[in-house]
């Protein structure tokens, strides 16, 4: 066994939305899977987010003095990585395919937030960033 027989990271991960309530894959009207793909923590794009939040953390501290962070800190936070880090996506709504934008990302992942859970599950599990070896 050695370092590269476990995989090598790669950028970004795809995953099929599920239904919350029985487990199935998300069909869309044409019948492909409802997809995300994602940017994950060894890619640049995540993170050039997680500078940015820093960054805006460190001078909002400069600015009031607060050094700690509220868990709504946190959580807006991670919303705004998620965010940023949503690279693609094959989904649809009762009005046809959603574009990709930032404010449907932000939309989407308000007004369903099964799907916003899936999508940081999927993200904060690193072996989903991993392209498995030949070896296993």
């Known amino acids: 066994m050695n370092l590269d027989s476990i995989g090598r990271a790669k950028d970004e991960s795809t995953l099929s939305i599920k239904n919350p309530s029985n487990g199935k894959v998300v069909k869309n009207d044409d019948g492909t899977d409802m997809e995300v793909t994602i940017y994950g ?26 050094t700690s962070m509220s868990f709504e800190d946190m959580e807006d936070e991670n919303f705004e990585v998620t ?17 990709l934008t930032p404010e449907n990302v932000r939309r989407i992942y308000t007004d369903y937030p099964w799907v916003y859970q899936q999508v940081r599950a999927h993200m904060e599990n690193s072996s989903n960033f991993l392209d498995p070896s030949a070896e296993t």
């Open 83 to 99: 965010c940023r880090c949503t690279k693609s996506w094959n989904l649809t709504d009762k009005d046809g395919p959603i574009e």
């Open 41 to 66: 923590e060894y890619s640049a794009e995540w993170k050039n987010a997680l500078y940015d939040r820093t960054k805006a953390r460190i001078e909002k501290s400069k600015e009031t003095g607060q």
